[in-house]
């Protein structure tokens, strides 16, 4: 038990070790003008090369990601029915497919899914 907890705090301490020393050497002291503009063949760019971005889309994109995430967590279920109670199976299949309809409720109800306001 204590090798297991002595590992994790090595790990842990290594991982940390590795991002401050990622943060302190990728820091880019010099900011030239030049250098952050956008390129357009040696010329002044005629507009800005920032374009905008719709939020709407963006937050679709995230519940997407986010059911599509759970929909791979349904697929094991399936192979776990096999190898395990029927009753207890059929309760948390039940209940993590009501979590799901209840935040699709949520976001459909807040009118997130609407592509047009």
């Known amino acids: 038990m204590y090798s297991m907890l002595i590992m994790s705090i090595i790990i842990m301490m290594i991982s940390f070790?590795?991002?401050?020393?990622?943060s302190i050497l990728s820091k880019k002291t010099f900011f030239d003008r030049e250098k952050?503009?956008?390129?357009?063949c040696g010329f002044d760019?005629?507009?800005s090369a920032r374009m905008s971005f719709s939020l709407h889309f963006f937050l679709i994109a995230?519940?997407?990601?986010?059911?599509?995430?759970e929909i791979a967590l349904l697929l094991p279920i399936i192979i776990i029915f096999n190898f395990s109670n029927l009753l207890m199976w059929t309760y948390i299949s039940l209940f993590f497919?009501?979590?799901l309809l209840i935040?699709?409720?949520?976001?459909?109800?807040?009118?997130?899914l609407n592509w047009i306001n």
């Open 62 to 69: 995230i519940i997407f990601l986010i059911f599509d995430v």
């Open 36 to 40: 952050n503009s956008p390129f357009e």
């Open 45 to 47: 760019p005629k507009s």
């Open 17 to 22: 070790i590795v991002m401050f020393l990622g």
């Open 103 to 112: 935040g699709l409720y949520h976001e459909w109800n807040q009118g997130a």
């Open 97 to 99: 497919i009501m979590i």
